[in-house]
């Protein structure tokens, strides 16, 4: 188990708690220090984006590869502007349409943006969260946020302090508490260097929302599947564009598997079929819920996307806390709004390495 956490973890309920939070942690990213912050989709590790060192320490706590790119965090469109070197017409649709959100527009980068923050890349992903401290804290620092998700690199991500609290807590000198993520899943990420737009990550806000913002501006998202194929996502020097495009990321440490199932007796049947003791199997279901079987923890989450994402990584954090061997998932249905669950679960299952 992770050591105990010896950071920091200021709670932010009432307006004195949450001011004094917001000083704290603007003080120590003043001074190149990362810190772990709250934002609607998960908890981000949060360091100056125009401070290389800075930037440098996020990868160094994470054990984040360095050809994996970090979103740059803003809290105005003007400060989003800046930290692009250009901003066409349908970065201003998409920006006044879901921002503050879930959503990162990929643009050409500005050249105050560190090559550290892109991977070396010419793009840069940026998103204005709508969690109100961690805007507070941009308002009060007055550059950007990098903010990566507060985790290891690949393990899952964070959605409440003591999840950040229980794998970071000794690593960085500060966690705020901001309450549990109320999205839940990482952001949509849309490419807007190329033509047409590409969406290299899907997230809550779906692909027919985009379009729909996009319709009649001539920018609609190309076709081809999201985050899909060798060379997705990726720069011409084979630099990533976005993060969230690792084969295998946002994992569990048990094997986690997505089956679909008729009745109990199938989802026993394959279960058998590996070989793991039902004790040491948890089933997350949100249709299909077995009664029996002897299962080691048996969940049940909304058929609701928006609820479903909101819980995901918190109960396979719980998961994780209570022993479990391997993971089995109820596959969500194949609608758009569940393509971003469904993304994140695909990564989650995918094979080590």
Same mark, same amino acid.
């Given at each position: 188990?992770?050591?105990?956490?010896?950071?920091?973890?200021?709670?932010?309920?009432?307006?004195?708690?949450?001011?004094?939070?917001?000083?704290?942690?603007?003080?120590?990213?003043?001074?190149?220090?990362?810190?772990?912050?709250?934002?609607?989709?998960?908890?981000?590790?949060?360091?100056?984006?125009?401070?290389?060192?800075?930037?440098?320490?996020?990868?160094?706590?994470?054990?984040?590869?360095?050809?994996?790119?970090?979103?740059?965090?803003?809290?105005?469109?003007?400060?989003?502007?800046?930290?692009?070197?250009?901003?066409?017409?349908?970065?201003?649709?998409?920006?006044?349409?879901?921002?503050?959100?879930?959503?990162?527009?990929?643009?050409?980068?500005?050249?105050?943006?560190? /090559?550290?923050?892109?991977?070396?890349?010419?793009?840069?992903?940026?998103?204005?969260?709508?969690?109100?401290?961690?805007?507070?804290?941009?308002?009060?620092?007055?550059?950007?946020?990098?903010?990566?998700?507060?985790?290891?690199?690949?393990?899952?991500?964070?959605?409440?302090?003591?999840?950040?609290?229980?794998?970071?807590?000794?690593?960085?000198?500060?966690?705020?508490?901001?309450?549990?993520?109320?999205?839940?899943?990482?952001?949509?990420?849309?490419?807007?260097?190329?033509?047409?737009?590409?969406?290299?990550?899907?997230?809550?806000?779906?692909?027919?929302?985009?379009?729909?913002?996009?319709?009649?501006?001539?920018?609609?998202?190309?076709?081809?599947?999201?985050?899909?194929?060798?060379?997705?996502?990726?720069?011409?020097?084979?630099?990533?564009?976005?993060?969230?495009?690792?084969?295998?990321?946002?994992?569990?440490?048990?094997?986690?598997?997505?089956?679909?199932?008729?009745?109990?007796?199938?989802?026993?049947?394959?279960?058998?079929?590996?070989?793991?003791?039902?004790?040491?199997?948890?089933?997350?279901?949100?249709?299909?819920?077995?009664?029996?079987?002897?299962?080691?923890?048996?969940?049940?989450?909304?058929? /609701?996307?928006?609820?479903?994402?909101?819980?995901?990584?918190?109960?396979?954090?719980?998961?994780?806390?209570?022993?479990?061997?391997?993971?089995?998932?109820?596959?969500?249905?194949?609608?758009?709004?569940?393509?971003?669950?469904? /993304?994140?679960?695909?990564?989650?299952?995918?094979?080590?390495?």
């Amino acid at each position: 188990m992770p050591p105990a956490s010896t950071a920091e973890i200021l709670p932010t309920h009432t307006p004195a708690l949450f001011a004094a939070a917001v000083a704290r942690a603007a003080e120590l990213l003043r001074a190149g220090e990362v810190v772990a912050l709250p934002t609607e989709t998960v908890y981000g590790l949060a360091a100056n984006a125009l401070d290389e060192r800075a930037v440098a320490r996020i990868y160094a706590v994470k054990g984040r590869p360095a050809h994996n790119p970090i979103i740059v965090h803003v809290a105005s469109l003007e400060l989003a502007r800046r930290c692009a070197r250009a901003w066409p017409g349908r970065a201003e649709v998409l920006a006044r349409a879901f921002w503050p959100g879930p959503l990162t527009l990929v643009l050409p980068r500005a050249a105050g943006i560190p /090559d550290l923050v892109t991977a070396g890349g010419d793009t840069v992903g940026i998103r204005w969260p709508s969690h109100p401290f961690i805007q507070a804290v941009i308002q009060a620092c007055g550059f950007p946020l990098a903010a990566p998700s507060a985790n290891p690199a690949n393990q899952l991500s964070p959605t409440s302090a003591a999840h950040v609290a229980k794998w970071l807590g000794e690593k960085i000198p500060l966690i705020v508490d901001g309450g549990h993520a109320n999205v839940g899943i990482e952001s949509t990420v849309v490419d807007l260097a190329v033509s047409p737009p590409r969406l290299l990550r899907p997230g809550m806000i779906s692909a027919l929302a985009i379009n729909a913002a996009l319709a009649g501006t001539g920018a609609e998202l190309s076709k081809a599947g999201a985050g899909t194929g060798a060379n997705a996502g990726a720069n011409a020097g084979g630099t990533l564009r976005s993060p969230g495009q690792l084969e295998q990321h946002y994992s569990p440490r048990a094997r986690l598997v997505v089956w679909s199932w008729v009745d109990e007796a199938e989802l026993a049947r394959r279960v058998r079929e590996l070989c793991v003791p039902p004790a040491r199997v948890t089933v997350v279901a949100h249709s299909q819920v077995p009664l029996g079987g002897g299962y080691g923890r048996v969940s049940v989450i909304p058929h /609701d996307a928006e609820a479903f994402a909101r819980a995901l990584y918190g109960e396979l954090h719980e998961c994780d806390e209570a022993g479990a061997e391997l993971i089995v998932v109820e596959a969500p249905p194949t609608t758009p709004e569940w393509q971003g669950i469904a /993304d994140r679960l695909r990564r989650a299952a995918a094979p080590r390495r």
